[in-house]
Each structure stands twice: as structure tokens, then as C-alpha cells.
């Protein structure tokens, strides 16, 4: 398969359907696992770490899974095919980086990607839409499982598996789930939310950015030890902490509506005229008034027809997919700026204006008393 | 406030997490920050960058001299990248790695998914270790036909593993 055949669709998590997901936007688990005999791929020499390359891309392309895949050499990805990948979180940066002796494997819904020579010697993830941390491990699960009847993991009865770095080993599993929570940045809750979250020894990070501020009001949980408990266990407490995090947000929602209401409609019809008026706009502006957008869509003040274009856009608005179809070889980012604009206006224009009136609130409200 | 990792520029990314009770806080420049992975949500983990700079010294509790003799991995090059060179490492520097395993996550032996080949091997391993110890027992209680008999079956499984 073609990169430009697998870059032309968006990926199963996008355009897919799953439980919460207006608020929980993906799902994601990854597993890392290397060759018993083999030296890291940080720490091995360049013809080792080809004769790996190799032998685990033969195996993961054979997997059942992998009957309709995308599979590369990274020195054969231009820079910019890299980070389009990277924004679509297929590989990731560190990945992006590397050139000979790392390649990727991807299926063609893009749920299933596997990263050969990252840190370690296999990445494996699958992403889905909406909460379903379960099904998606039971996915990797299973193409783990698949490929360990063909490669020797390096394993030990008392540590588990071995990775790189021992930050990773034992399950050698990072599950995470992606966050919209303007509900919960609109009322300044946020902060409590991710101390709190932090505590219980799990990690919230921003889509790009570091500390507390996000983008576009997207966040991100994910387990932050691998050794010590099953991976079903580290799964569930994820699990009831997204849960807890899920009502939290929808009870700022009813709150902001029921108190905050003029302010709620301002911050949604500014966010509309921005975006359907504006000839130059950053990523970080371009992202954070389609968080409030989305917001609009799930309390019905725009159509719910309208929700996967408006999603499309949270990915189509980076810088390296404004670039992939653009002729020029490089774009500056005043180029850029104006390139977005325009998008997003056009898509926009199918977008009728916000129905004020429409505004509920989607689960019942037991904000009272509290 | 300097950078921890470059130790020259200017900190202006400021890291503070609580791991079970435990505050750890990291400075970076936006430099060192950006090479860390520190804004790329795939990738970074306060323990990971931790362990690239405060806990890389306690590996050092191995003895200085100690390589790994398969790869040639030394402490010398964990203290420089945080990461380390085989599979095989995790026993030679085991003394140094286990406080900082014991730092870092939940516990310290591996309760969750075990490869199916290795399951059939630690089967075999208690199942001979079951019999074994009953061997013993009729030897000292000299039940001597009883100990003939566990003496075939151990074979058998023996035998059973190796095919």
C-alpha cells in the first residue's frame, strides 16, 4: 500500500464511533517488546540493528492483521511524511527521528501501528475511538501473542519483559486515553483535576504542550509504572479514574450552562466568527476555538452532523498535513497561517450558525448541592 | 534557575510530579525540553527523564569495573543515555537496578502477561519441583517403591519438556 493511499483516509479513531466519545476522544495501548539476543536498538551497532529490522518486519507483515498494511523504511519517508505520521500519532517523535535500520508497520485503518527499532526493538500500539481501553489491549494482546510464535522476547519470570529504559519494563504497556475537557478548563478546575490525577500515580500530559497548558483543551492519561501489576489491573484503574474524570467534566458542562450561560454563548459565537472571519491563524489559536466548536456540537448548539468534519479539522489544521497536498516544497508560516484560515473557512461554511436556543445539556444534570 | 540536563541555559519548563507521596520536580530549557520529548504526549515520562539524570547513580551500587559480557554495556554508558544495552543487562547490574526498579514502580516482580513458551517451562519447573520434594520425603521415610515410582515420573516430565 501507498503512503498517499493511507494518508487520503483518516484513521479508524477519527472517523470511528465508541463509547463516550464526545468527551474521550481516543484510546490507545502500546507494548513495547525486544529480541532476547539482541542489543537494544539505542546501544546496537548499525548492521545489528538492520538484521533486526529484518526479522521483526518480516514477522508483523505476515500477521493476520497486517493482510492490508503500510509498511516503510524510515530513510525512505520524506520529513514531512514523517510528521504527518507523528500528528497522526502512528510513530512517534523519537521515531520520526531515526533513518536506517527503523522501519514502521501500519494496517490500513491506521488502529494498528508497530514501530520497529523506536527505543526498543518493537512499539506496538492500536488506537480506537471513544473509551474502550479493554478492546483495544485485547487487540495488541493478540498480535502480541501472534508474534511471539515467530520471535524469542526478551522476558524474565521476576522483572517481565525487558526494555531499554526501566521505566517501561515489566508489562512493558502504556495505556493512555485522549481528553476534551473544556467543561473542566472553562471553570478552572483543571488543575485540581490533574494533581489529583498525578497522585494516584498516573501521568496528564497536553496534546503538544508541557505543564498544564494543553491545546486545544485536549489531555492526556496514561499509566505511568509498568511493573508490579497485570496489565488488566493498570487497565481498570485507568478505567474508573477516566470515569470519574468523564463526570467531573460533564458537571462543569451543566454548571457553565446553568451559572455561566452568557458567558458559555459568547465563548461559542466568538469561536464561530473567528473561525469562519479569519484570513491568518495559528495552530494553537486554530485549536482551541475548535475545542470550543466541539464543545458546541455536544451541548447540540450546532448540528451533531457536523462533529466529524469539525474532528477532521483538529488533524487536518497541523502544520504537516496543511503541507502534504500543498505544492511547495517548504511554507513559511505566515503561509501556513493563511493556508489554515482558508481551510477552516471552508469547512465552516456548511456549518450553520450556533442555535443558541438548542443549548442542552447531554447527560442529566446532578450538580445541585454540590 | 539553570537547565538539569544542559546545565548552561536558562530553565523555563518546569516538571512537577508526585509519585506515591513523593514530589520530583525537573527544570528544562526549552532546548533540552523539546529534545526530551517533554511537549510530545507519545513519548515523555517524568520517570524516564528522571532516570536519565537523578537515578542513573544508583546504578552505580554495582561494582565500577562491571561490563556486560554480552553486549560490553558498562555503567559509564547508562549514566549518559538512561537506557540500557541488552536484555542481558538487567542481570549483570541487577544489584543496581532493583532500588531504582523499587523507586519507580508499583512493585517488583512482574504479575501481568507471561509469553505462552514460558508458561509451559515454569509448568514443567513446579510440577518437578512438586515431585521432587515428595521424592525426598518417601527416601527419608524409606517408601522405597513410592520413590521409584516419582523417580519415573520425573523423567517422564523431564522428557516431556525436552521434545
Redesign the interface.
Known sequence: MKFSRIIASSGEWLSGDGPNRQIVVSSRVRLARNLRDQPFPGWAKKSERLEVMNLVKQAVEHLPEMAESYSENLEALSPLEKQVLVERHLISREHAAKGVGSAVVMNAPQSLSVMINEEDHLRMQAIRCGLQLDNVFKMIDRVDSELEESLEFAYSSELGYLTACPSNVGTGMRASAMLHLPGLVMSDQINKIINSVNKIGLAVRGLHGEGTEAMGNLFQVSNQTTLGEAEEEIIGRLNRVIEQVIEHEQNARALLAQRKAITLHDQIGRAYGLLCHSYSISSKEALNLLSIIKLGIDLAVFPDAHRFPVDELFIETQPAHLQKDAQVVKMSSEERDALRASIIRAKLSQVPQPDIARLRIATPATTENQ | MQCDVCQTKEAS???T?????KMQKVNLCEAC?KEK????????????LL?GLGASQEIEKSPAAMKCP??G?TQA?FKK???????HC??VFADG?SP??KN???????????????LKI?EHDEKIKTLQSNLNKAIEAEEFELAASLRDQIRQVEADLAS
Open positions: 519548563v518546569f516538571l510530579q508526585i509519585v506515591d507521596g525540553s520529548g517533554v511537549n510530545d504526549p507519545t513519548g515523555f515520562a517524568l520517570a524516564d532516570l554480552v553486549c554495556f554508558d543515555t538512561g537506557r540500557l544495552g541488552c536484555s538487567y542481570t537496578i531504582m526498579l519507580m514502580h508499583k512493585g517488583t516482580d512482574h504479575t501481568g502477561k507471561t509469553p505462552a513458551a514460558f515454569r
